[in-house]
């Protein structure tokens, strides 16, 4: 696990993609690309939620982030509203969110650190 913010104050954190080389060095990465995220959450038995009021369901936890809502659950720390990819994503992307990370390093545990900013507010730092 990574030490330190993940928004550190200065420096740039690296984008990354499905597509992208691995094992590029940076400890804290962030993208905007599905197929990541998905396999983020999926590597961690995490599901895709909410604590926001959406088309699927009421509110459950004020979430108070300023975005987009979304959440993961992992296993055994459900507090959030469970909801479909679909939904998830349509937030993520209507909210226009960067997710930001610890990138997995082969030789430790994987870090469940995470969090979703608005990406037009970390645009110096992101991309």
Known sequence: MSEGPLLPEQNHIESVRADSPAGSGAKVVSTRDHEVIQQWADKRHAQPATGEA????????????????????????GMFRPIAWDEWFENFDTHECA?????DVPSAAASNRYRIVKAADWKDLIG
């Open 99 to 103: 997710f930001v990370f610890d990138q």
């Open 54 to 77: 959406t088309a699927s369901g009421p509110a459950t936890v004020d979430v108070n982030d300023g975005g987009a809502g979304v959440r993961f659950n992992f296993p055994g720390q």
